[in-house]
């Protein structure tokens, strides 16, 4: 019986380095997001400096381990097969969840999954030995005494409350330090500087270093530290790091606010190995100790009770040394984790642009209240306040002519410095006090309030900004009650199904992690072979025709593939070829909405000789905007056509079909072939095509009339067909127009010449 045990050890142990593996991926947006987003180092100088954080940091984190093994439930309550089946139910659950997010690149948070995990397992095995062994006289009035109830609500109010503090925090914060240090802070005294460095870097000291090392079983530099008297250390620390800071500024020249992020994004990637290690392997050590406790004491699993877990048991170093390395590894070659940070950096960077997401009711009525309680603020206030506080948030004037391709960064060095340094002294300050805060919760929400602080939400995106916020934070809810429910249903299986329930557990986890990957792989692959639209940039008619010219290949070549993709599907009546196309044709859709988006920079960037650029530019983006539309239309008629089971086409209509594939796959392909090489001399050839293509068309519809009035017995059939037939020609006729628009330009050039 015991050999059961120790292969669901070597089970959880498996288990443990799979979480990991995908809590890293999930979690790295928490540490990275603010030095990648300002650009203040090179990435892989972040990589280094994270990665000797979280090492350091792991070894902090013995400390937090208790919760998994009594911050929840309580231990003395349960069996020893009974704490073994919670603990193998959260682990499958855990890693299905974390993983589900991350493949949607969508941040959650590892502290709530845990959590809601623990709770849900152990309130169903509660459960169970409430109302499933025998007359107990026990009703679930009594389930208080199996969950550590005081404890898991101090966690969970814990973290509810860290996303107010996290963003009112992070706004008062950057507020202060952007009226002391402005948009134009490298113009600002170096006084001020130092003493923000000072500051900074204090706090990133004591709150990282002290309070976060304290709580760390490290024998002797522990004792030294919890011996050292608090206001002693501040006051010498404050000296210090004022003093190296006006030597780092005057003396040295140096720039303050880059060692800051460096600083800032070792004490961050440490405050996260140090609180949310736990969320990992917390629970496969709590299930070794509990195999420890259990296997020398003679007793049948199934009566042994777990009262030692609820003591203060020793860290093994070395297992958390090895989790820090896998922690390591995964930072340097998870590619998920890179999708996942995008999130973060897109809602809180500085200038507006293509959002990811949609605005909502809420979100509208959030903006629209806000802007009447900020002019209510401002008809109270002095002018004169307003007016000061107004020159302090002044931002920048762009340059005249931006530098083609740049890659700006997504906010500057002062925000990303407070980012680090609020989200670092709050996870050490709940690391301190054994609190699992969620780092993604704190991270997050301390990143939207600098960006609001900064204006960075004015009303050109705060709508889709607020919309971004309440989706994430809809998300970490909806973690919650998945984790909870999951983690409940898989502890019920186990409890039932034995060993074999875990056997088919982890068989499924491990099918749907390996089918996660592939797809993970397989969309990187589609967006590699995918090309890209880019913004134009030039500022003379050349480079602008010379650019948006590149993009019109990519259109032609997409147009191609998903108008051909979607017509075979709909012939083969394959629903999942029909889904891809239109996921495709939705994403092409997107960034010509995005290159339209970016109109008012192309024409700002303008040299005054050639504005005549922008209408070009405009009517092509135009064009290109009809011919996504038609492709979105053919998709999706087709994709609910066949959704809905409706009949399939004819022969006779699958005939005609494939030849209208076959002349609109020509055009397209030749005219992919001139715009790539740029040859627009040949553009009349496509001219002559397209003629042919619709005088073919108005064949089919003419016969397809014939048919409806002869033979044709199904209405979604016909409609179906005709709605195809004449999107095709608008199709086309939208293709036409980008050709003759550069037919033109070219003749006109060429006179010109």
Known sequence: MGDIYVYMLVILAGLAITDLVVGVSNDAVN??????????????????????????????????????????????????????????????????????????????????????????????MSLIKIYGEGDTGETILDLGKYIASDKAIEIILGILLSVVVAFTIGAIVQFLSRLMLTFNYSKRPAYLAGFFGGLSMTSLFYFIIVKGLKGADLGGLTSFLNGLDVFTLVGWATVFWMLFSYFYVYIMKWDIYKLIIILGTFGLAMAFAGNDLVNFIG???????????????????????????????????????????????????????????????????????????????????????????????????PEKTTNYIASRFEKLPEPAVLPKHADKPAFDYVRASVN????????????????????????????????????????????????????????????????????????????????YAILGLVVVAIILLVRSFVNHKNSQQVEKETEELKKAESNTIQGIIDESSENVAAVFKRSKRIYKNTLDGLISQDLSILKSSKKEANKL??????????????????????????????????????????????????????????KSLK???????????????????????????????????????????????????????????????????????????????????????????????????????
């Not at 987003?37 to 984190?61: C, D, E, Q, Y």
């Not at 949607?104 to 709770?119: A, C, N, Q, W, Y």
């Not at 397209?690 to 064949?699: F, S, T, V, Y």
Request: aromatic share 12%.
């Open 31 to 124: 540490f990275l997001n603010s030095a990648i987003g300002s650009k203040a180092i090179s990435f892989k100088t972040i990589m280094i400096i994270a990665s000797i954080g979280i090492a350091v940091g792991a070894l902090s984190s013995s400390g937090m381990m208790e919760v998994a093994r009594k911050g929840i439930f309580v231990p003395s309550e349960f069996y020893f097969d009974e704490v073994m089946i919670i603990f193998m139910a959260v682990m499958i659950t855990d890693i299905l969840l974390l993983d589900f997010f991350n493949s949607m690149g969508l941040p959650t948070s590892t502290t709530v999954s845990i959590v809601f995990e623990l709770l849900g397992a152990a309130v169903c």
């Open 283 to 381: 629970v496969p050590i709590g299930a070794y100790q509990a195999w420890e406790a259990w296997s020398g004491s003679g007793v049948d699993a199934t009566v042994y009770g777990m009262a030692a877990l609820g003591e203060k048991l020793p860290s093994n170093k070395w297992l958390l040394v090895i989790a820090g390395v896998v922690m390591v590894v995964t930072l340097w070659f998870s590619s998920k984790a890179q999708a996942v940070v995008k999130t973060s950096v897109d809602l809180a960077r500085q200038d507006s642009g293509t959002e990811r997401f949609q605005s909502n009711a809420f979100s509208r009525i959030l903006v629209r209240y806000s802007l009447n309680a900020a002019e209510a603020i401002q008809h109270i206030l």
């Open 420 to 499: 680090l340094m609020v989200a670092s002294i709050l996870i050490s300050i709940a690391t301190s006090f054994k609190l699992p805060l969620s780092t993604t919760y704190v991270t997050f929400m301390v990143a939207m309030g600098t960006s609001l602080a900064d204006r960075a939400w004015g009303t050109e995106s705060a709508v889709y900004r607020i919309a971004g916020v309440l989706n994430v934070i809809g998300g970490w809810f909806f973690t919650a009650f998945s984790a909870f429910t999951a983690a409940a249903v898989f502890a019920l299986i186990i409890y039932y199904g034995g060993f």
């Open 589 to 646: 859709s997107s960034e010509i909405d995005g290159l339209r988006n970016n109109i008012f920079y192309l024409i700002r960037n303008l040299d005054e000789q050639h504005l005549g650029a922008s209408k070009f530019y405009i009517e092509v983006l135009g064009n290109l905007q009809d011919i996504s539309q038609s492709l979105d239309y053919i998709s999706k008629s087709a994709t609910t056509h066949i959704d809905n089971n409706h």
């Open 651 to 753: 022969f006779t209509q699958i005939k005609d079909l494939k030849e209208i594939i076959l002349r609109s796959h020509e055009v397209f392909a030749v005219s992919q072939t001139i715009f790539t090489k740029k040859d627009f001399g040949k553009l009349a050839e496509i001219i002559t095509l397209k003629q042919e293509l619709l005088g073919l068309i108005d064949q089919k519809i003419d016969k397809q009339v014939k048919r409806t009035k002869d033979t044709e017995n199904s209405p979604k059939n016909t409609t179906l067909y005709f709605g195809l037939l004449l999107e095709t020609r608008d199709l086309m006729n939208a293709a036409m127009n980008v050709v003759e628009r550069y037919y033109t330009e070219y003749d006109a050039k060429r006179f010109e010449d």
